[in-house]
């Protein structure tokens, strides 16, 4: 059991927005940045966000990030195809003094 | 261009070591953090351990605390965990991170390397 919990699954319409949600704790999220990563099928992740709204330089910006309190969210607009891929959220757990992941969210294009 | 190839991966009995190495290129290697970060077969992602930059100061999971111990050749570029008394669950993609800022943004990664921990 992940300690950052996200929807196993989102789904939406070709060209439409999804939201993939990261619910966590004051130990996490509530006093930590939150990044998010992207596994397309059989590669690495992919850093998208870091500090919970900042983009890498070179990813589209139909990606953001958002954070309120302890949870976090990430959303993809104008989904494409190659967006579909497996999301994780991560952050620096206090109490346990650890990185930690959600535990991923399948994002599907219809 | 940054490059990270992880080696060392393979097949060992329960009880048994393993030693992983990460190869770094492209970037000043001492001014960053590392990290491994492993995935379980059909599974999530699993953040396992990171180092500072100086390698003064590691971190570690739990659930490899007191058996696994990472560590930093600067002079080397090279990034190393060494896996003792594996179990079954630690069996997984084992991919090398380098960080930036602090130890949960993974800004590069390697391709991983499988370790199999099976009888």
């Known amino acids: 059991q992940s300690v950052l919990t996200q929807p196993p699954s989102v789904s939406a319409a070709l060209g439409q927005k999804v939201t993939i949600s990261c619910s966590g704790s004051?130990?996490?999220?509530?006093?930590?940045?939150v990044s998010w990563y992207q596994q397309l099928p059989g590669t690495a992740p992919r850093l998208l966000i870091y500090d919970d709204d900042k983009r890498l330089s070179g990813v589209p910006d139909r990606f953001s990030g958002s954070k309120s309190g302890t949870s976090a969210t990430l959303g993809i607009t104008g989904l494409q195809t190659g967006d579909e891929a497996d999301y994780y959220c991560?952050?620096?757990?206090?109490?346990?003094?650890?990185?930690?992941f959600g535990g991923g969210t399948k994002v599907t294009v219809l | 261009e940054v490059q990270l190839e992880e080696s060392g991966g393979g097949l060992v009995q329960p009880g048994g070591s393993l030693r992983l190495s990460c190869a770094a290129s492209?970037?000043?290697?001492?001014?960053?953090?590392m990290s491994w970060v492993r995935q379980a077969p059909g599974k999530g992602l699993e953040w396992v351990s990171g180092?500072?930059?100086?390698?003064?100061?590691?971190f570690y999971a739990d659930s490899v605390k007191g058996r696994f111990t990472i560590s930093k050749d600067n002079s080397k570029n090279t990034l190393s965990l060494q896996m003792n008394s594996l179990r079954a669950a630690d069996t997984a993609i084992y991919y090398c991170a380098k960080n930036f800022g602090d130890l949960t943004r993974f800004d590069y990664w390697g391709r991983g390397t499988l370790v199999t921990v099976s009888s």
């Open positions: 492209g970037f000043t290697f001492n001014n960053y953090a």
């Open positions: 991560a952050t620096w757990d206090s109490s346990l003094t650890a990185v930690v």
């Open positions: 180092i500072t930059g100086s390698g003064n100061s590691a």
């Open positions: 004051r130990s996490n999220i509530g006093n930590n940045y």
